[in-house]
Nanobody, 122 residues
Framework: QVQLVESGGGLVQSGGSLRLSCAAS????????MGWYRQAPGKQRELVAA?????????AYADSVKGRFTISRDNAKNTVYLQMNSLKPEDTAAYYC??????????????WGQGTQVTVSS
């Protein structure tokens, strides 16, 4: 079974920075796309950033984090990162690592980490 383990969350003041890590139990090259989602209390889970996991690198960011957050990968370490700068109180949420793979039968496989809490104080 695929396991994704997030780390790096915590409490930070507005304007501060955090770096989240998502370590996979195996090679991230088996996935097509990996990304970060977040969910705040009373709100739906939303995509924050995504990155292709193999081949040429492509990125996607939510408009609310463009210019502040950067997603990256390290295939040798089987890890995806989310560098979060200029944090705002509205960034407060549980952040979840996600990995997707299209199998040989063209079925989507979707994996999630357990989440890591990010709290930004004003």
């Amino acid at each position: 079974q695929v396991q994704l383990v997030e780390s790096g969350g915590g409490l930070v003041q507005s304007g501060g920075s955090l770096r989240l890590s998502c370590a996979a139990s195996g090679s991230i090259l088996v996935f097509n796309v990996m990304g970060w989602y977040r969910q705040a209390p009373g709100k739906q889970r939303e995509l924050v950033a995504a990155i292709t996991s193999r081949g040429s690198t492509n990125y996607a960011y939510a408009d609310s984090v463009k210019g502040r957050f950067t997603i990256s990968r390290d295939n040798a370490k089987n890890t995806v990162y989310l560098q979060m700068n200029s944090l705002k109180p509205e960034d407060t949420a549980a952040y979840y690592c996600n990995a997707q793979r299209i199998d040989r039968a063209l079925s989507l496989e979707n994996y999630w980490g357990q989440g890591t809490q990010v709290t930004v104080s004003s």
